[in-house]
């Protein structure tokens, strides 16, 4: 392939120091938290690759080829527990070149695609022994091959062409900074389009990736051992700083475990269904995570809403450890958070508090109700969480009679309907029934709401929707929609005027149902 030439600007060493500086305090490196810690030290826990090459080697991930197991293409390891879309990525690494001709390549694949068998494509900030490579940007398996040579400061355009607009520095005087054979430190920052990396505090290019039909926002981070003569690449300290999106909202859809029979409490099954009908509403990135609390450390520091879909009470994911306290904090930084069905319900001293701060109410033993009934909702609120929204019925677990913020104060009731006097005729018991709860039903005649939003006095939102114990409800429209309406609005996206779109088939239904079976 052809490479544009480089346009180089000579300037002293302080003066480039200066730059980089400058140009760290500006995209926020200078000011950074440290992030999460992706790598353990001991072990390739999180990370998925071929045995064959890769492993841990004096607390460092290591790869390795020898004359007697080569690689016969480049091969990845992949780090499993999340995917990458704005971040700060430090980590530090090395090579050897355990050959003839001192070759060593490798890199760090970011928002990249997993073609699978340990292969990926996609964005690299590539490393390696000699002295063209490391630090450019590279695009593995796709058509750009190199979108940035060494101190390049690169825009690529809508109409897919190149255009090399300034310097960032030398690229020798940038690689004599680079220790061959020791460890050096390396910084990727993806915000937006906008892609960097720096070696060991030279920025070392700064690319603008303006091409919609090839920029890509989000995928796997990857380690890459290169096919060849034998090497060795070792990374450790790996960190991990997510960075809020600038021209999106993150939704971050959590489902928990399995627990009921085929068809009920499907919640991988429905989270990654809400999480599809999401896709093409504009301004959202929505992210499933599946089978309980995240094991992504980083999971919910750059979500604008947080959304759960599991089971409750003592078992629900988010009243275990100091979880609450993490997402607390998430909250006071402006998350959002919703609640779907049995998620609602939480310990009255472990979570009730952060609930009711959180979302407005809660599922209280000995004080709600979870019977199995057809609800009517025909007098919908006008409320952006109801646009688009019909009027409808559905038989379900409707949970009701729930414990509310004081004065109902910041809450608006989306979906109330008045429970037949059948919903009451089990014993009284933590959640089948009690005086309360009769009195308000049976004498007092109070339609019971079954789905709210709150707005907090911060101006943050959440909701709490009681319904969701069958799987087959999320194919009807109305149901599905007001869901998705208060998605996005606890996000802060605006809600269309018909509502969030979208269609679902029985096929849809039919996808990622956990195993028959308990």
Known sequence: MQIEPMKTRICSWDSLVASALGFLAATGLAASDGGAALFNGRDLEGWDGDPKFWSVRDGAITGRTTPDNPAKGNTFLIWRLGLVDDFEL??????????????????VQYRSRDFGQWGVGGYQADIEHGDTYSGILYEERMTRGIMAERGQKVV????????????????????AGIRKGDWNEYVIVARGNHLVHTINGRVTVDVTDADPAKQVRQGVLALQLHAGPPMTVQFKDIRLKRLKLGDRKKIVLTAGARSHGAGEHEHNAGIQLLGKCLENVPGVLPVCYLN????????????????????GGGGHPFVQGDRLRLLDEKVKQGAGVGCLHYAVEVPKNNGGPELLRWIGGYFETDWSVNPHWHAEFKNLPDHPVTRGVKSFGMQDEWY?????????????????????????????GPHSGNPDVRKAVLE??????????????DGGRGFGFTGGHHHPSWGHEDFR?????????????????????????????????DPKGR
């Open 444 to 457: 007092r005649k109070e339609s019971q709401h079954l789905m709210w939003v709150y707005e907090r006095p």
């Open 156 to 175: 690529w355009g809508a109409d897919g062409k190149k255009q090399v607009t300034g310097s960032v520095g030398d690229s020798k005087e940038i690689q």
């Open 90 to 107: 430090r980590f530090l690494y090395r090579t050897e070149a355990n050959n003839d001709q001192g070759f060593a390549n490798s890199g």
């Open 292 to 311: 309980g609390w995240p094991k992504d450390p980083t999971a919910y520091d750059n979500a604008d809403a947080i959304v759960i879909y599991s089971d």
């Open 400 to 428: 009701y009679h729930m414990r509310f913020a004081d004065g109902m104060k910041g809450v608006t009731p989306i979906l109330s309907a008045l429970p037949p006097a059948s919903t009451l005729n089990r014993p009284d």
């Open 481 to 513: 929609k007001v869901v998705l309406n208060a998605i996005v609005w606890i996000a802060h996206v605006e809600v269309p005027a018909g509502g969030v779109a979208s269609t679902v088939s029985e096929a849809d239904l039919k996808q990622n149902l």
